[in-house]
């Protein structure tokens, strides 16, 4: 059974290296299946590594951390599809890092492995249906739930606020969920809106939801317009997944989205996961 098992994967294996195709013209495909118009003002560029580079493999991620590169690595996948920035800032801007030892240990890498890194962020999320919400919404297992068309609301059967994080915490894991409210609220009406988000968005939310759902957001905005609302008599809760564990689901979806279109090189998604964990009362 090993030498079959064995003989499997070198068949598939050899079957993909015998269809090479450059980054360039993969993204190109991509860019082409998106179905949207590519703006000309986007993050969505190549970070890192060359668009003549042959693939070998495709790895996606919310974020190419580091470690991320690292597993991409191990798994021979040298194009990564990132939905966040790569050198930590949102535009990847690098002239700040150039005598930053964390950035030439992170370039040196990327050149040593022959990595390229693409970023797939603003037109993920301007397909339609919208790339993130789709993935988390498969990954929870809610689309039964939706309210309508929407991707973010959603009509639940009855629970408590402190049923519902349990279950968010683990469907996405994330290690450090953090809620506001009162964990015996009756939950009926849940917004979820992944990544971050800004006040005017959650206040609208939150109009017709007993909890807004978010990756995250500034704590003098959402965070504390929410906690006013409770002080002020309004049955309201928040839950905060984590930016990485509302987004990593996306990046997943993403992986299988590609697998209709592109059949050359392994495809798989690399999650991220959520980088804290909590201290122990």
């Known amino acids: ?76 996948m040298n194009l990564i599809l990132t939905h966040e920035p790569t050198f930590w800032n949102h535009r990847d801007e690098t002239e700040q890092f150039k005598d930053d030892p964390i950035f030439q240990a992170k370039q040196d890498f990327i050149r040593k492995n022959n990595l390229v890194v693409f970023r797939f962020h603003d037109h993920w999320h301007m397909m339609k249906p919208d790339g993130i919400q789709t993935g988390i919404i ?41 809620v506001i409210g009162d964990p015996q609220l009756a939950v009926r009406k849940v917004t979820i809106m992944a990544g971050s988000t800004t006040l005017q968005p959650s206040i609208r939310s939150l109009r017709n939801s007993d909890v807004l759902v978010i990756g995250e957001a500034n704590e003098w905005e959402s965070v504390s317009y929410i906690q006013d609302a409770i002080a002020a008599g309004e049955k309201k809760a928040l839950i905060i997944l984590g930016h990485a564990p509302s987004e990593d689901p996306g990046m997943t979806y993403c992986a299988k989205w590609l697998k209709t279109f592109i059949s050359e090189v392994p495809i798989e998604a690399v999650p991220a996961g959520d980088p804290f964990w909590v201290s122990p009362a």
């Open 1 to 76: 059974m090993p030498l079959a098992g064995a003989g499997i994967i070198a068949a598939n294996t050899s079957a993909f290296a015998q269809n090479s195709v450059t980054a360039g013209q993969l993204i190109a495909r991509i860019r082409e299946k998106t179905g949207v118009q590519w703006r000309e003002n986007t993050v969505d560029t190549f970070k890192t590594g060359s668009p003549e580079t042959t693939v070998t493999g495709i790895a996606t991620s919310f974020m190419s951390t580091f470690d991320v590169l690292k597993r991409a690595t191990a798994k021979k």
């Open 138 to 178: 498969e990954d929870l297992g809610w689309e039964k739930y939706r309210d309508g068309e929407s991707l973010r609301n959603f009509s639940v059967p009855q629970t408590t606020l402190s049923s519902l994080a349990r279950e968010l915490r683990t469907k996405t894991n994330s290690r450090s969920t953090r």
